[in-house]
């Protein structure tokens, strides 16, 4: 959750950032100022229904995660991490990080996906059951079979509470943007051997400036309205070069759905 980026960095990422420096000093100008997520605008859970805080059971919002039925939250494995069923909360309804309006319910039980060790490893997925069911829309998530959501330069959108810059502060109000999602191909030159195509998806300008960052994790990425993947890690946030990484949920449809048939 907080502080996860990426411990490890590659021969290849390393390249990047060497060419990205030698073209910072041919052009000081032309890094972008982190912007307030990073970059995008604030928005409402009027507008986002399904748009869940995940907190701590003093209501402190860490993680975010999507409602997909009534009972059953799709969040990032790595954001359950040393949770229990007592230690968090979900709450729906609620804009504002400091609110304490809407609806709080407690977990009964947290699937994590069986393989999951890192999200550089994959599998960051998890299922949250609810003792409370939520009274919003739900939010649909893509079938194994819609593998073809994630082509090159689609539009996704964000959503988040997270920090508006990499070591910042999380943002009171909820905020969402839209980022164009990444060839395989490219992420992989840019996270070498821990971007795991079958597992994940990128998504991000090559310029930066647009990302999700500590604490939008568990987060919904949206491709046409629907949940297509799961806010997980990248290297800084909105970083030219860098970007963000998602739970590619295609792969991990099925096995989510038995969660919410379960
Ligand atoms: N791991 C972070 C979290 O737990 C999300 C990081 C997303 N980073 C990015 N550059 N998109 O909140």
Redesign the pocket.
Known sequence: ??G??RAKRTAAATATVAAAAAALLSAPTAQAAPQPIVGGTTTTTTAYPFMMQITDASQNQF?GGTLVSPTKVVT?A??MVGESTSSVRVVGGRTYRNGTNGTVSQVSKIWIHPSYTD?TNGDDVAVLTLSTSMPYTTASYVSSSQTGVYAAGTTARIVGW?TTSSGGSSSNQLRTATVPTVSDSSCGGSYGSDYIASDMVCAGYTSGGT???????GGPLLIGGVLAGI????????AAG?P??YTRLTTFSNLVTTQVNS
């Open positions: 959750m907080f996860l980026t993680c990032a790595h954001c999200a997270g990302d999700t960052c500590q604490g939008d994790s806010t997980s890690w990248g290297e800084g946030c909105a860098y963000g990484v």
